[in-house]
């Protein structure tokens, strides 16, 4: 068996790709049942075994303040199990108590840690992760195979965050206390950036609504009384030097997030339209950090469209069926969706639609990793060039109305759609129509309810459309850009990128696999199948009491993963000087 010393795109944590406002779409791997039945793999053959990762930065010098406690605010949640919880500040705080399988280091490169090594098979269909020694549940239990297996089985029942961590995997198995066997559906080289899974105890998984969040990581909890869970730290831990100064951790739960914003907190986190709020909260710093949220407009690249005819409707007294219109669509050409792109600025829809607090992207990677360059705005704003391209694409403006027709004289009308309930997708969709009108086309946009809006985007429908996905823990260009993606709403095809995909899924060199992308990248530049994408970004909202927090180190995947150099320090109060002309009031016993 082979290790993989490689490195991928994409992250830990939870993952949900939600178009529109729905559609949830997770990626990690799930432990089924193996075809051949409920037996493990014995007869794959090891190739070889190496430890992965590079070498961390070295930590800041510091003169921290020992002891404390670090106040963390949560919003409303409905569960603290962090394989569950709507919430995401519980399962990113969840990280005090319940440490990852393996955890991706700076460089997008997975590092053992309770799982120590792994090995594969050649067609990269068979792996197997030993346990690291001394790991040690909190109740003083060591933890073996089968406490990971429990967790994987839990995920592949339950769902959850990490559900799609595990879609691939068609068996698992404890084949001795050290040693679990994942035996996969399809080859994947990137398993073990996907087991960026906690380790959950069994008695929080357990029980439907826990009370108890049982791991083995540096704190342990000490008391889940009204709105507050304390956790304490785990003098006990296997490695002193992961060990915070602080000794106590305090996370106070709050109705909404307005009231966790106003509350007393050493840290915070906030996503989505709450991000430019938390700039507002006085004596505190913000730390603005890559989401994982995506915005863009997706182009409808096939040569047709459809519209309801205009004469029938659903009528469930007549049992009518809806009819539709077939219609030759401009954004076929690559010329029109070029233009599209120099009329839509990606730093504008970031503007528009998230004040500002968003990353320009032009394929779905995070920000910070090595496949992802830092600077996407590959299309300003350029109208003339933009009318040019339309104007190769065969359509002209009229001298007369200042409308488009194309060479048989029909007017060109774009027909737009976005969910009335997602403000920020709305406003991605209008800052692209407004430019569009600009110029002269004639647009209609609608915004519709949600149901409508998915059976419409599926259905093609529409030209241009608000597209939203959360792609989370596992992120991958294979949902959105290969030909049968599920994500692909744009239902445009390229042989040549769904070779590269296929190529970044079976290969471990991070050097090929940087190339592919970078082919991808220039593929996509030229076709266009999408305009405007930006990633909203997450905050961090720190206190002036929270010390040793590195812009730096902010990492999406693991907000805690530096959580060794914070101290809580109380700020010291200077006392003002006299002016000039005062005069100190006397004291000691001759004072009056």
Not at 43 to 52: I, K, L, M, Q
Not at 74 to 91: A, W
Not at 114 to 142: Q, Y
């Amino acid at each position: 068996m082979r290790r993989a010393p490689f490195a991928e795109l994409n992250r830990f944590g939870r993952l949900a790709a939600a178009v529109a406002v729905l559609l949830a779409v997770v990626m990690l791997f799930s432990c089924a049942k193996t075809p051949s039945g409920e037996r493990p793999d014995d007869t794959f053959d090891p190739v070889a075994t190496s430890t992965p990762g590079a070498d961390e930065p070295a930590a800041e010098e510091r003169l921290p303040v020992e002891g404390g406690v670090l106040k963390l605010s949560v919003g409303p949640f409905d569960t603290i199990n962090p394989l569950l919880t709507n919430n995401e500040d519980i399962r990113v705080y969840a990280g005090f108590v319940c440490e990852m399988l393996v955890v991706p280091d700076s460089f997008m490169e997975p590092t053992g840690n309770v799982l120590r090594d792994w090995v594969h098979n050649e067609e990269f269909t068979v792996w197997e992760f030993t346990v690291a020694d001394g790991i040690v549940f909190h109740d003083g239990s060591a933890v073996e195979a089968s406490d990971i297996k429990r967790v994987i089985d839990y995920i592949i029942a339950r769902g959850g965050n990490y559900a799609a961590n595990v879609e691939n995997v068609a068996g698992c198995f404890a084949k001795d206390e050290k040693t679990l066997q994942l035996v996969l559906k399809e080859p994947d080289a990137h398993v073990p950036e996907k087991l960026a899974i906690p380790l959950v105890g069994w008695q929080t998984l357990a029980a439907d609504r826990p009370v108890l969040l049982a791991g083995t990581g540096i704190f342990k909890q000490k008391d889940l009384t009204g709105q507050k869970l304390t956790l304490e730290k785990n003098a006990d831990y296997r490695n002193a030097d992961a060990l915070t100064h602080f000794d106590n951790v305090e996370i106070t739960f709050y109705e909404s997030e307005d009231a966790k914003l106003r509350s007393d907190f050493d840290m915070a986190l906030f996503y989505g339209s709450s991000v430019g709020l938390s700039a507002l909260k006085k004596d505190t710093k913000v730390q603005y950090y890559t989401g994982s949220v995506y915005d863009f407009i997706a182009i409808n690249c096939s040569s047709t469209y459809l519209i309801s005819n205009p004469v029938s409707s659903d009528d469930a007294e007549t049992g009518e069926e809806k009819t539709f219109v077939t219609l030759a669509n401009a954004f076929a050409s690559s010329d029109m969706r070029r233009a599209l792109n120099l009329l839509t600025s990606r730093q504008e829809a970031v503007n528009a639609a998230a004040s500002g607090h968003g990353t320009v992207s032009l394929l779905p990677l995070y920000s910070g990793t090595v496949y992802r360059r830092q600077n996407q705005e590959d299309y300003p704003y350029n109208p003339v060039r933009a009318q040019l391209l339309m104007n190769a694409a065969g359509y002209t403006k009229s001298a007369v109305d200042g409308k488009w027709y194309d060479a048989d004289g029909n007017e060109l009308i774009v027909r737009a759609i976005s969910p009335k309930a997602n403000f920020r997708m709305g406003r991605t969709l209008r800052q692209a129509t407004n430019a569009l009108k600009e110029i002269g086309v004639t647009v209609e946009l609608e915004e519709i309810g949600d149901d409508e809006y998915l059976d419409r985007l599926r259905n093609k429908e529409y030209m241009l459309a608000a597209v939203e996905i959360e792609l989370g823990t596992w992120q991958s260009v294979e949902k959105i850009l290969k030909t049968d993606g599920e994500l692909n709403f744009t239902f445009y095809g390229n042989s040549r990128i769904d070779d590269y995909i296929e190529q970044i899924e079976t290969i471990e060199n991070a050097g090929v696999i940087l190339a592919a992308y970078n082919e991808i990248e220039k593929i996509v530049l030229e076709d266009n199948p999408i305009a405007g994408m930006f990633i909203a970004d997450n905050a961090v909202v720190l206190s002036g009491r929270l010390q040793g927090f590195r812009q730096e180190a902010v990492r999406p995947w693991n907000i805690l993963a530096t959580a060794a150099e914070w101290w809580i320090e109380e700020p010291v109060e200077e006392t003002p000087e006299p002016a000039a002309d005062e005069t100190p009031a006397p004291t000691g016993e001759g004072g009056n």
